[in-house]
């Protein structure tokens, strides 16, 4: 009778809430053994909001809400046999195919013997509940919501609310072995996934593989085994969580961001969201996924590990993660680099050292992440604050575990993230691909012009795809970043610069005065910049064009420019040979890869210590290369202007054609610089000391090129052979006929022991001009033309 009545009213419901069904079916809420339900054959769908719409097996209403039981689907082609709560988003409060939905020609079969079945189109069986031979009389679509299968007595055999998914519903309660759990959305890990789970004296909040779990203790002494979602709160008899009164039927879900939300329905079509059942025991930063792969998480905020070597997944939501611009391959292992990351930690300190295996030394940890080419990030702790002593806890963490990289709390925490140090493997191979192709124009100039034109096109689409191409930034947001332009790095004839930060990430931006060009102009060059993209370069990270500002935000690099370390006349601190070894490299690297890698050619053109800049590692970079003129290859070698810095300048500024080769002899004189620890021109020097060049000349020809090398360093003086034969190299490269210096890669080659040297065929590194007839005031003047706009430190 009183069900009679209860399903007239939901009847009645229905028509008021569904008006599109021409006749609203009423389902049973139980069935018997046996029966089978084949999706293709079942006629009757009931549509859910939106396109989902579901198959009814069984259904349970209730005054204020209603419940299926059947096949979900949200597209018509792949379903989930679910328990439905009509209204809620999404529906399913359990399934029992979660993630492996099924297609159109699976059925349920109930078995004559009991069992329940879940078979796909191809007869695989996908689920089953296992309840054969044990006397089941049939199966009960419960009102709160649990599927039950009971025997003769009307007892329980199996039950959908001793299988939960990701959700519980008012009155189930979660079991020690039970545990309700979600794939998180903010990973590309397929394989991760966030529990919430029934362990002894509490419930443990987990993820995977990221090993993090966090323990919520019952309010009570006495253990239970089972914690029960009731009215007012999570883990009765005992409380785990406190949670709002419930009004009406209350269901809490785990949700893909790893929260636990509360939600109530409010008559039959619309939950509401009541709590973050979390919330009070955990903060934004505590969750795993909070800022997705490799993103770090502070006060609520997340941010990438780096600007430079990281570009954020979505620039609008900084908590979708970051990429790294390069990948990292474990083929080009001996590229891999560890960049110091300022004051992180992995998740929270507790967790660190739970997580973490003692280790001697910070080098030895670093080393063990640099060997293993799964490992990402080290992170490391001396024991105590007495370093050095004992060692300390080392954590290694592969790319799939880096979910919650947090501020540390604590002192003495020092982290590093894999980087891979190299340039892009495929544009190289573009570069490649296009000189072989170049190589091949003599078979006919108008093939070779098509080629190079696919070439060209297939290159733009790859830098339209290169991620972390500069951003633009408001000048607001710079002047913000930059405390209104107070921290001065240098200034010099092109701008100054400034030290700021946006985010975790310290900036250098570099307002460029008088810059004449248009925005387009600017915009084209910055962004020619901006696809450099190289070790041995300073990366730039943006850039801001607005009215008359123009301004470019380069990496910040702690060592400085390179003029602070070898113009050393009382400095206590002299580089060792290696590292000055090391730096000369960087900058023939660099070089070579303006000169000679990249398709957009690029002559430096100031080539100089001022705009050498020094890593933390003492690795050189060159900066201001892409602000002189772009030189045309096709057209001419003509350069008009003069541009570079007196002191560096080649010969040829003298004459009309300025090449790359013009930065080979800058080079050469750098080198020469930071063999001998002195400045080029050095006025404060008795008159025939003044200019280097000129002294290296003589030295020279009269076979007395030690007296030249930095009396400061014994460590120079150690390695004597070795400074020589860069001392050669660099005298190959001041050859006063351009054509006669080697190539920046060919220098490259022989500073790293792949080629050897060809001795300097001329000790000439200055022009003669008494022959042409040019006036005779001395070499330093004779051919050193004065500073140009373009000369500035960085
Ligand atoms: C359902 O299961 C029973 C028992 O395993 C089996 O005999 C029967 O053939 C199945 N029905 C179908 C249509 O596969
Ligand atoms: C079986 O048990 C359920 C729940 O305990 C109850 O709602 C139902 O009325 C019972 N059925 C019979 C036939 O006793
Ligand atoms: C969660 O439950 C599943 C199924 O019972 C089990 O395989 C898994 O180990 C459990 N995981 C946790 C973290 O409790
Ligand atoms: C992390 O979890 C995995 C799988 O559960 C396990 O094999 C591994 O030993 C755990 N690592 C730590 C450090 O607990
Ligand atoms: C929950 O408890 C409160 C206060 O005891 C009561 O007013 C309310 O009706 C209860 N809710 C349900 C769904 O039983
Ligand atoms: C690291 O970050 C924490 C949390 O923001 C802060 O309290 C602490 O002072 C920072 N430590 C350093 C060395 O910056």
């Excluded at 419940?67 to 379903?79: I, K, S, V």
């Excluded at 988003?89 to 329940?116: C, E, H, K, R, Y």
């Excluded at 089972?226 to 809490?252: D, E, I, K, T």
């Amino acid at each position: 009778m009183i069900m009679q009545n209860l399903n007239m009213l939901s009847s009645i419901v229905f028509l008021l809430v569904f008006p599109i069904l021409p006749m609203v079916v009423a389902y049973p809420s139980t069935a018997a053994p046996s029966n089978l339900w084949k999706i293709s054959s079942m006629q009757t769908r009931v549509a859910m909001s939106g396109n989902p719409s579901a198959l009814v097996i069984l259904e349970s209403v209730s005054t204020s809400y209603r419940l299926l039981f059947g096949f979900y689907t949200m597209d018509g082609n792949a379903f989930t046999l679910s328990v439905l709560l009509m209204g809620a988003q999404p529906p399913a409060i359990w399934s029992a195919n979660p993630g492996d939905p099924v297609s159109q020609d699976a059925m349920l079969n109930f078995t004559s013997d009991g069992n329940m079945l879940l078979s796909d189109g191809d007869g695989t069986v996908i689920w089953s509940t296992a309840t054969k031979s044990r006397s089941v009389a049939g199966l009960r679509l419960d009102v709160s919501g649990n599927l039950v299968l009971f025997d003769q007595k009307n007892s329980s055999v199996w039950q959908s609310f001793h299988h939960p998914t990701d959700t519980l519903v008012l009155g189930q309660s979660l079991c020690r072995g039970m545990n309700i759990s979600v794939k998180p959305s903010k990973t590309k890990w397929p394989s991760a996934r966030i529990y919430l789970s029934a362990e002894f004296g509490g419930l443990q909040y987990s993820s995977q593989p990221a090993n993090y779990s966090q323990s919520f203790t019952e309010v009570a002494s006495t253990k239970s085994d089972c914690y029960a979602f009731v009215n007012g709160s999570f883990g009765f008899p005992n409380q785990v969580f406190w949670l709002p009164q419930a009004r009406s039927l209350q269901y809490m879900r785990l949700e893909s961001d790893g929260h636990l939300r509360l939600y109530e329905m409010q008559g039959y079509s619309s939950p509401r969201l009541r709590f973050d059942v979390l919330s009070l025991a955990m903060k934004f930063c505590d969750y795993p996924f909070a800022c997705g792969d490799y993103g770090v998480c502070s006060d609520g905020q997340c941010s990438c590990p780096s600007l430079s070597y990281f570009r954020s997944n979505n620039e609008r939501h900084p908590d979708a993660g970051c990429t790294l611009l390069t990948t990292i391959s474990c083929n080009r292992a001996h590229y891999h680099q560890l960049l110091p990351l300022g004051n992180v930690s992995y998740f929270s300190d507790n967790m660190f050292r739970k997580l973490a295996i003692s280790s001697s030394s910070e080098e030895v940890c670093k080393q063990a992440c640099l060997i293993d080419c799964a490992c990402r990030v080290a992170i490391f702790q001396y024991y105590g604050s007495n370093h050095y002593s004992n060692g300390g806890n080392c954590l290694l963490l592969s790319e799939e575990k880096l979910i919650s990289l947090a501020e540390g709390s604590s002192d003495g925490l020092s982290a590093y993230i894999k980087i891979q140090g190299t340039r892009s493997i495929k544009k190289r191979i573009t570069a490649i691909v296009c000189s072989v192709i170049a190589g091949l124009s003599a078979l006919g100039i108008l093939f070779s012009a098509i080629i190079w034109k696919m070439c060209k096109k297939e290159e733009e689409q790859l830098f339209d795809s290169i991620p972390g191409t500069p951003k633009r930034f408001s000048f607001h947001e710079l002047k913000v970043a930059t405390s209104n332009f107070s921290v001065k790095l240098g200034s010099g004839g092109f701008g100054s610069v400034f030290k700021g930060k946006i985010g975790r990430e310290t900036i250098a931006v570099k307002r460029l005065e008088s810059v004449q060009q248009g925005t387009e102009e600017f915009l084209a060059e910055v962004m020619t910049i901006g696809r450099m993209h190289d070790h041995n370069l300073v990366r730039l990270i943006g850039f801001c064009a607005e009215k008359s500002h123009r301004l470019l935000v380069y990496e910040y690099l702690c060592n400085g420019s390179l003029d602070k370390w070898i113009f050393h006349a009382c400095s206590v601190f002299t580089l060792s040979w290696k590292t000055r070894r090391n730096i000369i490299i960087s900058i023939a690297r660099g070089l070579s890869y303006l000169h000679e890698e990249c398709k957009e050619k690029i002559a430096h053109l100031d080539i100089k210590p001022q705009n050498i800049l020094l890593d933390d590692r003492f690795i050189a970079k060159l900066s201001d290369f892409g602000l002189s003129k772009m030189i045309n290859w096709d057209q001419s070698k003509i350069m008009t202007r003069m541009r570079g810095t007196r002191g560096y300048l080649a010969p040829e500024w003298l004459g009309s054609k300025i090449t790359e080769k013009a930065d080979i002899y800058s080079f050469g004189i750098v080198v020469v610089e930071i063999l001998c620890g002195r400045e080029n021109l050095d006025e404060s020097l008795p008159e025939e000391s003044i200019h280097l060049i000129s002294l290296l000349e003589e030295k020279a020809r009269s076979g007395h090129l030690l007296d030249l090398v930095d009396s400061g360093s014994n460590d120079m003086q150690c390695h004597m052979e070795e400074v020589m034969e860069a001392m050669r190299l660099a005298m190959w490269c001041l050859q006063v006929d351009s054509s006669r210096r080697p190539l920046m890669s060919t220098v490259a080659k022989v500073l790293e022991g792949v080629t050897s040297l060809e001795a300097a065929p001329d000790y000439s590194f200055v022009p003669s001009f008494a022959s042409n007839g040019a006036s005779s005031a001395g070499p330093t003047s004779s051919y050193v033309p004065s500073e140009s706009h373009l000369s500035g430190p960085r």
